[in-house]
């Protein structure tokens, strides 16, 4: 039995129109701050929580309503629980409690049930107006008129789903009183308690008391206490004052337990009091995997049916606990992060438990599965929370593996107010620092950049598309390269229609007339030649206005060196730098050649195989590159294609003067700056 789904309408953030959260083993609740992670949690609470204390906030207010004018309101709550089988054999625990209210939608198709929450409230005298709530089966498929299939839920059936709630802040001392409700009450009520072990631990308590009552201090203090006592009242019911070590029934010995911690630095143990934030929260999370483990023990011993008189446990677990966990990074070392969601994945495992987490960290997401994520967000035009899974290519794509992984690798872009995406680690490097040229809060505002590569871009675009995230990308045009060019234009153009963008608004010539589908499929093919730059200008000119950038000609390493060539030659050491053989008795590095020695056939020869080698197998023979760039493709080839990137790209960074760096930043990255500016208001 697994929570599958959870639907939540006009509860708090979450609007009129029903919103439908889809549920696995564990669930990872992501979003900025208030964009509603808590009220799905809350939602959950008011379901199945111990207590769902109701009230005048969790009802929904539209955009342009007050308070005060609204007399009426309601919510309404579901839970879709469906019952998976394994190993060929159905779930047989929770049956038997729900069987006749399961509902079984296809034929083969597993059963399942749904309840739900109705709670309405009306303005009246009292200030927080009177709120009135009912639980039901829902006993009808969905997309049926649910209204008509109501029947109240008994509370033995509710009872038998069991949430546990960890705030951000986590007591476990709280958690270790055996009072109602706490973990360590419900772990001990696990217990089956035999009528021998009560009476042998009732006899050990009264052999301790008769020890110390024995003590020769003990026995004089009494006396005095009791004679002091006799003075004061003569009631005959309370006439003998003892000291004894305790109450000697189970209950009371059990709420005296307590844990603690050896070996110490000091002869003392630890208290969990004194353990530290960090500690005291991953123990938190132990006691529930305790319980959870108990709990399925006491499944197993039903489910073999063990008799009661054997059995060590109790007889009556829930179907199923929903953990909820909030910020589960909280006060935890980095380093153990892994080890605590390695663990919660663990406890969703488990047949009896589901987990579901909110989280802010980067560090937490990376390690979930992009299915398991929901990103959370905030319509600004109505201020409701609007849920969305990951899209991913689908898994028998090429591009599953890569873009699932690059997830992962970069969460932080769930996070962000802008995402810019990237070729790959220059980007990574050099964006960032010519950003902060223009704004020096990139955190603050939160601009992420990504280096995905350029190969499956369009899935980003996609997924950002879908989870409302700005984006920006930096493509390389790659021109005269093999797909690169008019290719890469045509590339942009294809996937922009794919995206969403209106293919009449985006290929619209200037005559007024449409790039017909025929031309559109052999633009790869275009010309190069003086008009055919021309017209490949005005398509990047375009594209701009779709936030698609290129590093024109080639990528952003060659417009690096195009404008700080003298930086990148000062970070080569003496023996550095590649060399020329003039003839055959003379070598010189490329950076010390004279005039005379630029216009050798070797220097010749060496810019031809320097073009070859920069635009690649396939590629073009330079034709619309100008000899400086030819030139430059000797030093592209030596810092970019034989050296490690960053560490070049780092080296010349930190000898380039700021105002230098902004004065001579490239023009594509300059519009990049200000269309960041235009996207963030700032």
């Known amino acids: 039995m697994k929570l599958v789904k959870l639907t939540l309408e006009n509860y708090r953030s979450f609007g009129p129109e029903p919103t439908s959260i889809n549920i696995s083993d564990l669930t990872a609740l992501i979003g900025t701050n208030s964009v509603g992670k808590t009220t799905v949690l809350s939602a959950i609470i008011k379901l199945f929580g111990e207590s769902n204390n109701i009230k005048r906030s969790d009802f929904h207010l539209l955009n342009n309503q007050t308070p005060e004018e609204v007399e009426s309101n309601y919510f309404k709550l579901e839970a879709k629980f469906e019952f998976f089988k394994e190993n060929g054999d159905p779930d047989d625990y929770g049956i038997p409690i729900y069987f006749e209210n399961f509902i079984v939608s296809e034929k083969g198709g597993n059963p399942y049930i749904r309840i739900q929450l109705h709670a309405t409230w009306q303005k009246s005298y009292d200030p927080e107006g009177s709120v009135d709530y009912r639980y039901y089966y829902i006993q009808c498929s969905e997309g049926e008129n649910s209204e008509e299939h109501l029947k109240p839920i008994n509370a033995h059936d509710k009872s038998k789903i069991k949430v546990i709630y960890v705030p951000a802040v986590r007591n476990p001392s709280d958690q270790l009183k055996n009072a109602s409700g706490t973990i360590l009450w419900r772990i001990l009520k696990q217990i089956n308690w035999k009528e021998s072990d009560k009476e042998a631990i009732k006899e050990k308590i009264d052999l301790l008391d008769t020890q110390v009552a024995n003590q020769q201090g003990i026995s004089t203090v009494k006396s005095i206490i009791a004679d002091q006592w006799k003075n004061y009242h003569n009631d005959q019911r309370y006439s003998n004052a003892n000291i004894k070590f305790g109450s000697n029934d189970l209950e009371s010995i059990l709420k005296k337990l307590d844990v603690e911690f050896t070996p110490s630095h000091t002869e003392k143990a630890f208290k969990v009091s004194d353990l530290g934030d960090g500690l005291k929260s991953l123990f938190y999370l132990t006691l529930i995997d305790s319980l959870l483990e108990l709990e399925n ?60 987490i909110t989280s802010h960290s980067p560090s937490i997401i990376k390690r979930i599965d992009p299915n398991q994520i929901r990103h959370l967000r905030i319509e600004k035009n109505n201020s409701k929370t609007v849920v969305k899974e990951v899209l991913l290519p689908p898994k028998d794509d090429e591009a599953f593996k890569f873009v ?279």
Do not use: C
């Open 404 to 682: 699932k992984e690059a997830v992962k690798a970069y969460p932080e872009l769930y996070f962000s107010s802008l995402v810019i995406l990237g070729e790959g680690d220059s980007e990574e490097i050099l964006i960032p620092k010519f950003l902060t040229l223009y704004n020096n809060n990139l955190d603050l505002i939160g601009i992420s950049v990504v280096p995905l590569g350029g190969r499956h871009v369009n899935h980003f675009w996609r997924l950002l598309t879908q989870l409302a995230i700005p984006f920006i990308t930096l493509l390389d045009l790659d021109r005269e390269r093999d797909g690169g060019g008019w290719g890469r234009i045509k590339y942009a153009l294809k996937q922009l229609i794919e995206n969403g963008v209106d293919r009449d608004k985006l290929l619209r010539l200037k005559n007024g007339q449409i790039l017909e589908t025929q031309y559109l499929e052999k633009m790869h093919e275009w010309s190069l030649d003086e008009k055919g730059l021309e017209i490949l200008e005005n398509w990047i000119n375009l594209l701009e206005r779709y936030n698609i950038y290129f590093s024109n000609p080639i990528d952003i390493d060659f417009m690096m060196i195009e404008n700080f060539l003298d930086e990148y030659l000062m970070i080569l050491k003496h023996n550095e730098g590649p060399l020329l053989a003039i003839d055959d008795k003379t070598n010189k590095r490329i950076h010390k050649l004279s005039t005379d020695d630029k216009n050798t056939a070797a220097y010749l020869d060496r810019i031809n195989d320097s073009v070859r080698k920069t635009l690649k197998e396939n590629g073009g023979n330079g034709d619309t590159y100008t000899k400086e760039q030819k030139e430059l493709m000797i030093w592209y080839n030596y810092f970019f294609l034989t050296r490690g990137k960053p560490v070049t790209h780092l080296q010349a960074l930190s000898l380039i003067e700021e105002q230098h760096l902004k004065d001579s930043t490239p023009d594509v990255i300059q519009r990049m700056a200000k269309k960041a500016k235009q996207i963030l208001n700032l």
């Open 297 to 356: 023990k006491a499944i197993e011993e039903i489910t073999s049916e063990v008799t009661e008189e054997v059995r060590i446990l109790n007889i009556d677990p829930p179907a199923i606990t929903l953990v909820l966990v909030e910020e589960p990074e909280n006060h935890v070392s980095p380093h153990l992060l892994g080890k605590v969601i390695k663990n919660l994945k663990s406890l969703g495992d488990k047949p009896n438990a589901q987990i579901i």
